[in-house]
């Protein structure tokens, strides 16, 4: 499976999350500072106008020329910015054809629209699942991978908060478990911190790090993941 012209599943892939205030210099090196593709977290724009949205997308892309997953989270699941869903659906009609992939929330009302709109352009999809309060059971989680798969998901994601250091060891062995189904899995808190390196190891095709500034608890900088997961390669 590709995103834009990077393969997935050969060899760990980072992503870098951006906004629209990221320098063009920074752009310009994201590529050699470790980072395979761009999360444009669209929530974290300063404006949420379709006009700026689509200017800020092209310059981020040409000037990256890395492939880019558009991404316009809800304050529930840890997005910056609370709008209607119907004003995220126009956003995402918008963007599906300058970005290379979407991602939307696997409960999200607009989400079947957005894969609706996404296949027919040929992009791929993201669902993503979130959880701030715990990681539920594996029979759960199962459940929402093939939840996702059904909904037409070409990845699922899950991003749990870590209580217990059996919480990370669970999630990483349900990684391995279901390594050929697509999946991206993220353990939150300074606990998960480890998931965040190890978790591509076990078979989750993306693992994600911020350019300035975390978006996430225990995320780390794309430096950092690209330091410690040579060290483990």
């Not at 749990?160 to 353990?187: A, C, F, K, N, P």
Request: charged content about 30%.
């Amino acid at each position: 499976m590709n995103i834009g012209r990077v393969r997935l599943g050969s060899i760990p892939r980072i992503v870098a999350i951006i906004h629209d205030q990221v320098s063009v210099r920074a752009l310009k090196t994201l590529r050699e500072n470790g980072a395979d593709i761009l999360e444009a977290r669209i929530d974290l724009f300063r404006s949420t106008e379709i006009e700026y949205i689509i200017k800020s997308l092209k310059r981020i892309k040409e000037t990256s020329r890395l492939p880019v997953i558009g991404t316009i989270r809800r304050p529930a699941d840890g997005g910056r910015k609370s709008m209607p869903e119907n004003t995220r659906l126009e956003i995402f009609k918008a963007i599906i054809p300058l970005v290379d992939c979407v991602d939307g929330e696997i409960d999200a009302p607009i989400t079947d629209e957005v894969i609706r709109l996404a296949k027919r352009r040929k992009k791929k999809v993201i669902i993503s699942y979130h959880n701030f309060k715990e990681t539920p059971p594996d029979q759960q989680l199962v459940k929402l991978i093939r939840k996702g798969k059904a909904k037409g998901g070409d990845i699922i994601k899950l991003a749990v908060m870590s209580r217990t250091e059996e919480d990370v060891t669970r999630l990483l062995g349900l990684t391995y478990q279901h390594r050929d189904d697509h999946i991206i899995t993220i353990s939150i808190g300074k606990k998960g911190q480890i998931t965040r390196i190890a978790a591509p190891f076990f078979g989750s095709l993306l693992t994600y790090g911020y350019v300035d500034s975390p978006v996430a608890p225990g995320q780390l900088s794309i430096g950092e993941l690209e330091k410690m997961m040579n060290l483990l390669s």
